[in-house]
C-alpha cells in the first residue's frame, strides 16, 4: 500500500498505511497474513521557517570621550533565534546611538587683547602711560587653568622736567 501524505508540511510529523489481506483473501481454513496490517513512520517533507527574533540589548559601551559630547552605543545580534529555512530578518537596527557627556572639559583661560594705551598721566616730571587685557577669551570654566602673566603694562612717559 502507498503512504499517506506527512501529517505536517514542514518539520516532522507521521504519514501512515494501512494493507488489506485481500490479494488472495485467506480461505476457510487457511491462515490470515502475517504482519500488521497498519504501518506508521516519522516524515519530514522540509524544515519548517523560522523567522529570526533579536536578542536582548548589551550593555551600553563607555562614553567615546572623556570630557565633552561623545557618543555610546549599544547592540543587539539577530539570534534568538537566528533566520532559518527561508525565515524572514529581523527588522531593525542592530546598533543604537546616542550622545553623553561625562563631565565637561576643562577650558584654560586666554588673554584678550591689549587696550590701547592711556594718555600719559601728567604732562611733565614723569608720567605713567598704561594699557590693561582681561582673561576672558575665553574665561577659565570647569577646573580650567586662569591666564598666566599680567593684566596690566606699564610705561614711563612725559620724563622731561618741568
Do not use: I
Request: proline content about 9%; hydrophobic content about 20%.
Amino acid at each position: 500500500a502507498h503512504w499517506s501524505p506527512c501529517s505536517l508540511t514542514c518539520d516532522q510529523g507521521f504519514r501512515t498505511r494501512v494493507r488489506f489481506c485481500s490479494t488472495p483473501p485467506p480461505s476457510p481454513t487457511g491462515q490470515y497474513c502475517d504482519g500488521e496490517p497498519h504501518a506508521v513512520e516519522q516524515c519530514e517533507d522540509r524544515k519548517c521557517p523560522v523567522d529570526g527574533r533579536w536578542s536582548q540589548w548589551l550593555s551600553w559601551s563607555p562614553c567615546s570621550e572623556t570630557c565633552g559630547d561623545g557618543n555610546r552605543a549599544r547592540h543587539r545580534t539577530c539570534s534568538d533565534p537566528a533566520p532559518a529555512a527561508g525565515g524572514k530578518e529581523c527588522r531593525g537596527k542592530p546598533e543604537e546611538v546616542v550622545k553623553c557627556t561625562v563631565v565637561e572639559c576643562a577650558v584654560d583661560g586666554e588673554w584678550s587683547f591689549w587696550s590701547s594705551w592711556s594718555s600719559c598721566s601728567k604732562t611733565c616730571g614723569g608720567g605713567e602711560r598704561s594699557r590693561h587685557r582681561t582673561c576672558t577669551s575665553p574665561s577659565p570654566k570647569y577646573g580650567g587653568k586662569h591666564c598666566a602673566g599680567e593684566m596690566m603694562d606699564k610705561l614711563a612717559c612725559a620724563t622731561a622736567p618741568c
